[in-house]
């Protein structure tokens, strides 16, 4: 999984500090809404937690794991009730994607830290 650098770049200005508190306020965010991607939770607090998710992801060019957030969004919403078991299963996937997408964000921070992106502060001089 990869975190979109151009996509993100766009969204922050092609400002690389901001860039990478957008990456830090994912990862804030993430640490929250994984709480909420509980099997013993209701269905729809599951599928609000991986709705919130997706944006999020979205945000920072985690298009993969957008989607997996969608489609686990999708199952909660729908008319059908989903067992424990397979929400257990189904938000594991998503947790797992989840840690992948905390990695890619540290992989994206560092990218962001290659001289050249990041601003300097002797320009102001």
């Not at 990218?111 to 050249?116: M, N």
Request: aromatic share 4%; with cysteine.
């Amino acid at each position: 999984m990869e975190i979109d650098i151009d996509h993100l770049m766009s969204m922050t200005g092609g400002d690389a500090d901001l860039a990478d508190e957008v990456l830090d306020i994912f990862r804030n965010q993430a640490e929250t809404w994984g709480r909420m991607l509980d099997p013993a939770a209701s269905q729809l607090e599951w599928a609000d937690a991986a709705h919130a998710l997706k944006g999020a992801a979205l945000s920072i060019g985690a298009h993969e794991f957008a989607e997996e957030c969608s489609q686990v969004e999708q199952k909660g919403r729908g008319e059908a009730p989903v067992s424990r078991v397979e929400a257990a299963t189904l938000l594991s996937s998503l947790k797992d994607g989840l840690v992948q997408a905390i990695e890619a964000c540290a992989k994206a921070s560092y990218h962001l830290s290659k001289p050249g992106l990041r601003r300097s502060n002797d320009s102001n001089s």
